[in-house]
């Protein structure tokens, strides 16, 4: 069975065997509380440190297992990407926006971005290729295929129950998608300005914003809630609702609630060690009665993710005192917007036969329905 279909179908088969009702959610995570994230403890609300860099020009695709070989070829060539961006931008743009949209998921949960590292250079998805966990490449679309039209794809985190080498790569369209420009470092004020993606390309910070939202926090594309427009990141598009506008307007370079709240979900808020939403005096308490303790990192009152509850653990405390977690729509409870889960004892049967009938290896990333609008495109 061809692998895109078959990620497909198994999705299908997910949603139609879990559906019972139908509510409005503002973010989707791919675990649903539990695997696939970063760090050392798969439950949702646990810190992590994550690492990533770049591959090394010329690093292939794994023959047997890269599962995208239709749409995507070639070897990675991640200078001639910067140097694109670079030559119309200034020294050090294309990194500078890296950088930004890792700070950007950074500082709203308990998740540490460490990099860039040296890569591994090993084939993509080979076996044994996690080094750094977040690996950043650019390859060239087939002409025709559907990579052709878009600017970049992120892999989710792996998933409790095994370590899949692809998760967390982030492959970028080396040659973008802009008629005049690859990519562009966009001018103008967030959620006002327009993107001109068919001239200049996709706005770099934006695009890999959106897919570390896929590669690091674990998101899925939510379904339309209602706002018009809709400025969440992760938002690409519903093509299940008629009246649900496109995304990506304008310049969106900053999370919104909905964002926060799924990072936030995933990975906990930095201090709060009872995982109840607030940094208050009872994780102070917490701390204090496990200090000296060693632990499974990012669990507890592991603050910092070092596995050593500490000093360290108390600063982040006092450091984001009074600090609270945001909730906006709340999470989605399935790999698709609007359905409920049935009792524990149904779901469990239900997807014993749907696991077993799909394949191990998972790609974490959907594809959204297709639109006229070009970013919508541009990002998956």
């Known amino acids: 069975m061809n692998y895109h279909h078959c990620t497909s179908l198994c999705l299908l088969l997910w949603v139609s065997a879990l559906a019972v009702g139908q509510a409005v959610y503002g973010y989707d995570t791919i675990g649903n509380g539990f695997g696939s994230k970063w760090g050392a403890d798969p439950h949702a609300g646990n810190g992590a440190v994550v690492t990533w860099g770049y591959m090394p020009d010329g690093t292939p695709l794994d023959p047997t297992n890269f599962p995208f070989h239709d749409a995507i070829t070639g070897l990675s060539n991640i200078t001639a990407l910067r140097n694109s961006v670079d030559t119309n931008y200034g020294p050090g743009a294309f990194d500078t926006a890296i950088q930004k949209a890792f700070n950007t998921w950074s500082a709203v949960a308990n998740i540490t971005f460490v990099g860039p590292v040296s890569d591994s250079g090993q084939p993509v998805a080979a076996p044994g290729a996690t080094t750094p966990n977040i690996r950043i490449g650019a390859f060239a679309a087939i002409p025709g295929q559907w990579f052709q039209y878009r600017s970049a794809i992120g892999i989710g985190p792996p998933g409790p129950f095994f370590e899949d080498p692809f998760s967390g790569d982030v492959i970028f369209n080396v040659t973008g998608i802009g008629t005049q420009r690859p990519y562009q470092i966009a001018p103008g004020q967030e959620d006002i300005t327009p993107v001109d993606v068919y001239n200049f390309g996709d706005d770099v910070e934006g695009v890999f914003l959106h897919e570390l939202g896929h590669a690091a926090i674990g998101l ?3 379904r339309w809630a209602g706002d018009n427009p809709d400025r969440r990141v992760m938002y690409v598009g519903d093509g299940t609702n008629s009246n649900a506008p496109f995304c ?15 990072a936030q979900y995933v990975y906990g808020l930095r201090g709060d060690y009872d995982r109840n939403g607030a940094v208050d005096a009872a994780d102070y308490i917490i701390w204090r009665n496990s200090n000296g303790l060693s632990l499974t990192s990012g669990t507890g009152a592991d603050g910092n993710v070092d596995g050593v509850v500490d000093g360290a653990d108390y600063s982040t405390w006092r450091m984001h005192y009074s600090s609270q977690a945001l909730i906006g729509y709340g999470e989605q409870p399935s790999f698709a917007a609007g359905t409920s889960v049935p009792e524990p004892s149904s779901a469990v049967l239900v997807l014993m036969g749907i696991l077993a009938a799909c394949p191990s290896r998972r790609s974490y990333q959907q594809f959204e329905p297709s639109a006229p ?7 998956r």
């Open 220 to 222: 899925n594309h939510p």
């Open 248 to 262: 990506c307007q304008a310049i969106n370079r900053q999370l919104d609630p909905d964002d926060i709240a799924a």
């Open 373 to 379: 609008n070009p970013i919508q495109l541009a990002r």
